[in-house]
């Protein structure tokens, strides 16, 4: 089955830093792939939508200068975190939606999440 | 207003037999599901999805069964190993949406 791959699975880094997170497809290609936040005791958030080759749409709320999301290419999305500080500790989870076409419904794939501690 | 609901909070099993983790939900629209495993002070990881699109998935011992119809969901562990010992959670989403958990399952698997 397809396969989402997101790197780090753990990053820790000082305040004020700016952390890297990659979401690939492996063996398919994405036009669309989401970003989430979950909140401690709370449900996944979704942050952001990445499509390929435009820019990404946040949700209300999500600050796009402190989340940069990059969708260079149909196999690739990323996301930085720019300054960041312990309040942006948090897991984040990407989730790459199949091309649509010949048969493709469209599903959603899941990476394995990222969690981001800000010391 | 829950809408997505673990009605057992804790679940206790021999290590070797079946896990059997259930989920409920009550919006129509949720079209995708996933289950997380979370460990004491860790964060949570991602366990396996499923889109409404199908009614089962398998990945290795984990196994998740949907039916539509009833509006339920199921997390099937097997064989149970003491490793999977933790706390599960299962979540439901519209469209790729919010997505929406439920309160969770300690599963404790008896060695």
């Known amino acids: 089955g397809a396969v989402v791959s997101q790197h780090p699975s753990w990053v820790i880094c000082k305040s004020g830093t700016s952390v890297k997170i990659e979401c690939r497809s492996l063996d398919f290609q994405a036009t669309t792939m989401f970003w989430y936040r979950q909140f401690p005791k709370q449900s996944l958030m979704l942050m952001a939508t990445s499509n390929e080759g435009s820019k990404a749409t946040y949700e209300q709320g999500v600050e796009k200068d402190k989340f940069l999301i990059n969708h260079a290419s149909l196999t690739l999305s990323t996301l930085t975190v720019t300054s960041a500080h312990p309040e942006d500790s948090s897991f984040y989870i990407c989730s790459a939606r199949l091309r649509k076409g010949l048969g493709n419904t469209g599903e959603l794939f899941f990476g394995e999440g990222s969690r981001l501690t800000v010391l | ?111």
């Open chain 2, 1 to 111: 207003d829950q809408q997505v609901k673990q009605n057992s909070p804790s679940l206790s099993v021999q290590e070797g037999r079946i896990s059997i983790l259930n989920c409920d939900y009550t919006n129509s629209m949720f079209d995708y599901f996933l289950w997380y495993k979370k460990y004491p002070a860790e964060g949570p990881t991602f366990l396996i999805s499923i889109s409404s699109i199908k009614d089962k998935n398998e990945d290795g011992r984990f196994t998740v069964f949907l039916n539509k119809s009833a509006k339920h969901l199921s997390l099937h562990i097997v064989p149970s190993q003491p490793g999977d010992s933790a706390v599960y959670f299962c979540a439901a989403s519209a469209f790729g949406n919010q997505f929406y958990f439920g309160t969770g399952t300690s599963l404790t698997v008896i060695p």
